[in-house]
């Protein structure tokens, strides 16, 4: 529960993330010597940065060389008054340091890659063995990308800051595509036996409302916050009792989790209040609450929903947004309209192993009593997806189609 305040904090103090983390961990282990001696003190976070304070003073003073005497000194004497002070008042700068810990760990200078690593690490406190797991990466893979961010940042001397107004944007912006790259591999996982990973879930949701408490005028960050919470709230409603994948029009809107959508809905206000309705985030979670307010899949308002995704294709314009647009058309003015919208994204290089295309057009073409052409593509978007709940399901509307030519 500390491991991230404290990394912070001394990241702050020594400005190398990787012997802020050195450091932290040190402490860690004191503690755990210690502490079942002594007990628990009533401020473990402060003493676990006063024990990690006087190891940074030893690390710096065995580190000393001439070219960097004068340097290493001052900042020695910093730390030594710095160990003295009132413990209790140590979490004054709590806050800052989780957000400057954020704009490092997902500065642009990283890969999407690293920053989503070293994000779950340094904030996240999952272990390198939790990350490469969550991802389907090997083991060593994720410990390389993570060693190597904490060099790149060293490198490139990384000032341990809030960036300044004219960085603030693209930094953030940074931030909220991690945060937003973990809830949707937890929302949806890529590969694997299950169709969701909760816990990625809830580790997004966790940074995004620490982001949202520590920049609350924000709008986007809102905006991204009341994605995640009225999703979330669906996660449960997913799977079937066997962990089979479930449509949207097959869920049981009773298990969608009332709390996590009025959390999102008050989310989304904010966002709007403070300007952002047009933002990328705060749209999205727009077309999330038309779903949310729908006590069944037939009251969903899905001419709102392709408004709303005309707008997001206005603001953040891509191909899976028009190919979303285009469910959203078809659920709206018939299944022929939107099959004429994925139709013109046939050719789209960027989605030409994207297994949800074919998916749609599948569903579309079923709709229209073309059976034959849908068997076809589901067993295409089946072949594309590494997922295997997914597979299963693709496979099973295959065959259904294909039963259904006979």
């Given at each position: 529960?500390?491991?991230?305040?404290?990394?912070?904090?001394?990241?702050?103090?020594?400005?190398?993330?990787?012997?802020?983390?050195?450091?932290?961990?040190?402490?860690?282990?004191?503690?755990?010597?210690?502490?079942?001696?002594?007990?628990?003190?009533?401020?473990?976070?402060?003493?676990?940065?006063?024990?990690?304070?006087?190891?940074?003073?030893?690390?710096?003073?065995?580190?000393?060389?001439?070219?960097?005497?004068?340097?290493?000194?001052?900042?020695?004497?910093?730390?030594?008054?710095?160990?003295?002070v009132d413990y209790d008042a140590l979490d004054d700068h709590i806050g800052d340091d989780l957000l400057r810990l954020m704009f490092i760990s997902c500065h642009p200078v990283l890969?999407?890659?690293?920053?989503?690593?070293?994000?779950?690490?340094?904030?996240?406190?999952?272990?390198?063995?939790?990350?490469?797991?969550?991802?389907?990466?090997?083991?060593?893979?994720?410990?390389?990308?993570?060693?190597?961010?904490?060099?790149?940042?060293?490198?490139?001397?990384?000032?341990?800051?809030?960036?300044?107004?004219?960085?603030?944007?693209?930094?953030?912006?940074?931030?909220?595509?991690?945060?937003?790259?973990?809830?949707?591999?937890?929302?949806?996982?890529?590969?694997?036996?299950?169709?969701?990973?909760?816990?990625?879930?809830?580790?997004?949701?966790?940074?995004?409302?620490?982001?949202?408490?520590?920049?609350?005028?924000?709008?986007?960050?809102?905006?991204?916050?009341?994605?995640?919470?009225?999703?979330?709230?669906?996660?449960?409603a997913r799977v079937g009792p066997n962990g089979e994948a479930l449509l949207l029009s097959e869920q049981d809107r009773s298990r969608w989790d009332r709390l996590l959508i009025d959390?999102?809905?008050?989310?989304?206000?904010?966002?709007?209040?403070?300007?952002?309705?047009?933002?990328?985030?705060?749209?999205?979670?727009?077309?999330?609450?038309?779903?949310?307010?729908?006590?069944?899949?037939?009251?969903?308002?899905?001419?709102?929903?392709?408004?709303?995704?005309?707008?997001?294709?206005?603001?953040?314009?891509?191909?899976?947004?028009?190919?979303?647009?285009?469910?959203?058309?078809?659920?709206?003015?018939?299944?022929?309209?939107?099959?004429?919208?994925?139709?013109?994204?046939?050719?789209?290089?960027?989605?030409?192993?994207?297994?949800?295309?074919?998916?749609?057009?599948?569903?579309?073409?079923?709709?229209?009593?073309?059976?034959?052409?849908?068997?076809?593509?589901?067993?295409?978007?089946?072949?594309?997806?590494?997922?295997?709940?997914?597979?299963?399901?693709?496979?099973?509307?295959?065959?259904?189609?294909?039963?259904?030519?006979?």
């Open positions: 529960m500390e491991s991230a305040k404290l990394i912070a904090g001394l990241a702050r103090i020594v400005r190398d993330v990787g012997l802020a983390e050195e450091l932290a961990q040190d402490a860690l282990v004191v503690a755990l010597e210690k502490w079942p001696e002594s007990g628990v003190p009533d401020n473990p976070g402060a003493w676990l940065m006063g024990t990690a304070k006087h190891r940074a003073v030893d690390a710096l003073r065995r580190q000393e060389t001439l070219e960097r005497k004068h340097t290493e000194i001052a900042r020695e004497l910093e730390l030594q008054q710095n160990v003295e890969s999407t890659e690293a920053r989503t690593a070293l994000t779950l690490r340094l904030l996240g406190g999952l272990t390198t063995s939790e990350i490469a797991r969550a991802f389907l990466a090997p083991e060593a893979t994720v410990a390389q990308r993570i060693v190597r961010a904490k060099h790149t940042l060293a490198e490139a001397a990384i000032p341990f800051e809030v960036p300044g107004r004219e960085e603030f944007p693209q930094r953030l912006a940074s931030v909220l595509e991690v945060i937003y790259l973990i809830f949707n591999e937890g929302y949806l996982a890529t590969a694997g036996e299950d169709l969701v990973r909760p816990a990625l879930c809830e580790d997004a949701l966790r940074l995004g409302r620490v982001l949202a408490g520590l920049a609350p005028d924000e709008a986007e960050v809102h905006g991204l916050v009341a994605l995640m919470e009225i999703q979330a709230s669906r996660i449960r959390r999102g809905l008050a989310a989304l206000a904010r966002a709007e209040q403070l300007g952002g309705a047009g933002g990328a985030y705060a749209l999205q979670a727009a077309i999330a609450a038309c779903h949310a307010r729908a006590r069944s899949a037939d009251e969903t308002d899905w001419k709102r929903i392709t408004e709303l995704y005309s707008l997001l294709a206005g603001a953040a314009p891509s191909p899976v947004v028009e190919l979303n647009r285009a469910v959203a058309v078809a659920m709206a003015f018939g299944p022929a309209a939107g099959l004429e919208l994925v139709d013109a994204l046939i050719a789209e290089p960027s989605l030409k192993a994207y297994h949800l295309l074919p998916s749609v057009r599948g569903d579309l073409l079923e709709k229209l009593g073309r059976y034959a052409e849908a068997s076809r593509e589901f067993e295409r978007a089946a072949s594309l997806t590494l997922n295997q709940r997914q597979r299963d399901l693709l496979l099973d509307r295959a065959a259904a189609c294909a039963r259904s030519t006979s």
